[in-house]
């Protein structure tokens, strides 16, 4: 058949179509067919791209003079055009002959709230069960909405499409582009700018990609239809919701009346209510139960009479008919024999179908039409119920007229259409293939796929045209992929090497990714090494294109490696510079990344520090909470002080008792032991704390030989961590000192001596004086009284640990809960260097003259009394 004799009016709108700039042909390339290969040059974002259909695409960056110019739009007569080559084809026959009604049945209040609703810009989500009549309304609401929005209406299908596959259809139904396929950004930049109504049939995705497309067309309205099962749109989408059920049972008998164009009679009325009952009054249940009815009268007017609805079969269609009726349910013999037996001008008795039979009318349907009908409702089954275009049909079907069958099926309701094609209605699959239609759907796949194959190859065949049957050639490549039988995988390689480069050049390129698949798997099966390495580099170049870096790169590799394996040198060639590109992308992508993340970084910096500058203040009730956690915190202080001074009093005390004289010792020993509880616990401690006071001055007394090593520096400072900056102070032989390393003070503290703070003597009762320079030399002379001051502790934080009875250990043992203030630093005045006194120091010792500080010491190495030490009686 020649692939341009069948051709109707308008077909694919191929006359009214915008001239793009003419393709390069290929030198000595040719094609499946044997004819010359199109090489088709077009523009992808930032890619050239030369669709070359023997060796494979190839790609390189576009080069200035290549960029295509911008966009313009269609104008209203090439908008039309479009509109009509999307349309699905017109039956041949006259026109309203037997097909769906144009007037809808109880359907005026629906469609007058859809125009409503669209002319204030809200889109509409219509939800209905398939043969609900979805299609027919949205016709009529796009009727009435014509001059609505600037752009107009635009008819767009959701079947088998995908979000970026309808935002692409919605750029080429409003711009000029010809070979040109803009990025996602270029193509959001034009999208926004188009104000339509948008007229969207059988979709079939919901939720968040659905939120994509009404986000990047903000100025169009949409008005939708699908069925239940798909995902309903999130509840932020703002869609209005119209949920579109059967009609009443008045309106289908209506309904039936204007198919049948007569009055219905009594028992048809009565069938018709079983049937709307069954039904839930679905509209299309009642189309097929009138093409019944007219089959039913054809039948009873008189023998033959029951042709294929145009006068083409006259005579062999009541045979045809009886035959296939028997095969299908068993009694059309008996039916064409009693319409056989009456006479002339007499009617035959023909029964009503039975209610069985009206709810599942397919087969009873298809056995009373020609056998083209029936031969290209198996070639549908075959092809998982997509129809082929009527001008493929006589090449197909072996029969001449087997174009006029479309006009049957779609007046029996058999089909319906879909986009630009036709398909079996809801449910017609599945009572088909009951009926054995399905008996040889693999060979007539495998003759579909070598029909299209020759076709879609033809150098007079267009891209546009290729596309426009891109839902037949999947099916039938699917077909045969999953099919095991021998040679089936290699006509699906065949088909999918020569339709996929025409979906390319068409920029229709979900039909190209999904047919480049099932060539891959096809070429596996069958063995192919070279074609499978083929769909693998078109798959590769395909997800450059789209920005899948990840799967151009596994793609891609792919093919060079089975390559290499064919010693395909410049196909290898052609994968690197392709796999070149992918790299080179990938590198861009993540320095833009780099320099998008520094920014972002800094940004949450600032963010954080403007949050922590703009705390709010704090309340009353916090400051009154936080007062009241200072007040109890002032009194525990308090009261650790009030006892610790309670220990050091009685345990002052207490020394000169012990070491005295047996008067002073019963006195001592009734004021200790004579209080209560808590007393004795404080002589305890004080007993404790005389005996390493005791072993202090022992070790200071009993030092080295050098002059100064009982004295003690202000200025000998260390750290208390584990730096290892400063070289440790170790001191000298014999001395009494501990080492300066670390961990014997904190940095930045003022450096204090390690004794603990002296208690000054008493001139009354001593009768040594206060001043260091008349103390007596020998320590023996007398001893000193206690004054009964405590010790004031010098409020610096240290390591607490607990008292040993090594003698030798010279660290004291510190209260960690100390709250008492620092030492007021002092200058000295033998030095005039700082120093530090406590305050008791400074009341008891008016001079200034700091304990263990830099004054002068008796030659023969004895401890002042001023310098922190306290020797014990002799007597």
């Not at 249940?285 to 145009?310: C, I, K, N, S, T």
């Amino acid at each position: 058949m020649d692939p341009n004799s069948h051709r109707g009016p308008e077909e694919y709108g191929e006359q009214d179509r915008p001239a793009g700039p003419p393709a390069p042909a290929s030198g000595g390339a040719r094609s499946g067919s044997g004819g010359p290969a199109r090489v088709v040059r077009l523009v992808s974002g930032a890619y050239l791209v030369t669709v070359n259909p023997v060796d494979g695409s190839e790609i390189e960056p576009c080069p200035p003079g290549e960029r295509p110019e911008a966009p313009s739009r269609l104008d209203p007569q090439e908008r039309a055009a479009a509109a009509r080559a999307a349309a699905p084809p017109v039956p041949p026959g006259p026109p309203g002959s037997d097909g769906p009604e144009s007037v809808l049945e109880e359907r005026t209040e629906d469609t007058e709230r859809l125009v409503r609703l669209l002319s204030r810009g809200r889109s509409v989500r219509v939800t209905g069960p398939s043969g609900s009549g979805r299609t027919r309304l949205l016709d009529a609401v796009a009727t009435a909405c014509a001059d609505l929005a600037p752009d107009g209406v635009i008819r767009l299908s959701g079947y088998h499409r995908t979000v970026t596959d309808l935002l692409y259809a919605l750029h080429a139904a409003v711009y000029r582009a010809p070979q040109h396929r803009p990025d996602r950004a270029e193509l959001q930049r034009l999208i926004v700018q188009i104000g339509a109504i948008v007229v969207l049939d059988d979709l079939e995705f919901g939720g968040s990609a659905l939120d994509e497309l009404l986000d990047a067309t903000p100025e169009c309205a949409f008005l939708i239809a699908a069925t239940p099962d798909v995902a309903a749109p999130n509840p932020g989408s703002h869609l209005e919701e119209v949920f579109l059920g059967g009609l009443g049972r008045a309106g289908c008998a209506r309904l039936l009346e204007r198919a049948v164009d007569r009055p219905l009679t009594d028992d048809e009325e009565a069938w018709s209510a079983d049937l709307w009952f069954e039904s839930e009054g679905l509209p299309l249940r009642f189309v097929q139960a009138a093409a019944l009815l007219r089959q039913r009268d054809r039948m009873r007017e008189a023998p033959g009479a029951l042709d294929d609805g145009y006068g083409l079969f006259p005579e062999e269609g009541a045979a045809g008919a009886g035959t296939a009726a028997g095969i299908a349910t068993g009694a059309g013999t008996d039916t064409a024999a009693d319409a056989s037996d009456a006479g002339p001008g007499e009617q035959a008795e023909v029964p009503l179908p039975s209610l069985g039979e009206a709810a599942a009318p397919a087969p009873l349907l298809a056995s009373r039409l020609g056998a083209a009908a029936q031969e290209t409702l198996r070639f549908a089954v075959a092809l998982g119920g997509e129809l082929p275009h009527q001008a493929h049909l006589p090449a197909l079907t072996q029969d001449t007229h087997a174009d006029a069958a479309l006009g049957e099926l779609l007046a029996c309701g058999l089909i319906t259409p879909v986009g630009s094609h036709y398909r079996l209605a809801a449910t017609v699959q599945e009572q088909l293939e009951a009926a054995g239609y399905a008996e040889g759907a693999a060979a007539r796949a495998h003759t579909a796929a070598q029909h299209y194959a020759w076709w879609a190859g033809h150098p007079s065949v267009t891209p546009e045209r290729v596309a426009a049957e891109s839902d037949v050639a999947l099916a039938a490549m699917g077909a045969l992929t999953g099919s095991r039988e021998s040679g089936h995988a290699s006509a699906a390689v065949l088909l999918a090497r020569t339709a996929a480069p025409a979906f390319a050049a068409a920029l229709h390129w979900n039909a190209w990714e999904r047919s480049l698949r099932h060539g891959q798997e096809a070429a596996r099966l069958a063995g192919e090494v070279a074609e499978e390495a083929y769909f693998h580099h078109e798959l590769g170049v395909l997800a450059l294109c789209t920005g899948s870096l990840d799967r151009a790169r596994a793609e891609l590799e792919a093919s060079i490696g089975l390559r290499g394996v064919l010693s395909d040198r410049n196909g290898a060639v052609a994968g690197r510079r392709a796999l070149a590109l992918v790299t080179d992308r990938s590198r861009a992508e993540a320095a833009a990344a780099a320099t998008t993340a520094f920014p972002q970084a800094a940004g949450a910096v600032s963010a954080r520090k403007t949050e922590a500058s703009k705390k709010p203040a704090a309340t009353p009730r916090d400051t009154a909470a936080t007062a009241k956690l200072r007040a109890a915190r002032a009194e525990e202080t308090a009261a650790t002080i009030t006892a610790r001074g309670a220990s050091a009093t009685a345990a002052t005390t207490a020394v000169p008792a012990v070491a005295g004289s047996g008067t002073k010792t019963g006195k001592g020993a009734l004021r200790v032991f004579g209080g209560a509880r808590r007393n004795v616990v404080a002589a305890g401690a004080g007993a404790l704390l005389a005996a390493v006071l005791g072993t202090v001055v022992t070790l200071g007394a009993t030092g080295g030989d050098h002059p100064h090593d009982d004295k003690v520096s202000t200025e000998q400072t260390t750290d208390d961590g584990d730096s290892s900056d400063l070289p440790a102070e170790q001191p000298a032989t014999g001395s009494s000192l501990p080492p300066t390393g670390p961990g014997t003070s904190r940095p930045g503290t003022p450096a204090t001596s390690q004794s603990p703070s002296p208690s000054v003597s008493d001139p009354a009762t001593s009768g040594s004086p206060t001043d260091p320079s008349t103390s007596p030399t020998d320590p023996t002379t007398g001893p000193t009284e206690p004054t009964g001051r405590p010790t004031t502790p010098t409020g610096r934080p240290t390591h607490t640990r607990p008292p040993t009875d090594d003698p030798s250990d010279p660290t004291p043992t510190d209260d960690p809960t100390d709250t008492s203030p620092d030492p007021t630093p002092t200058d000295d005045p033998g030095t005039g260097k700082p120093t530090t006194q406590s305050p008791s120091q400074s009341v008891a010792n008016p001079s200034g003259s700091s304990s263990g500080g830099s004054g002068s010491a008796p030659s023969d190495g004895t401890a002042p009394s001023g310098s922190g030490t306290q020797s014990a009686p002799a007597g």
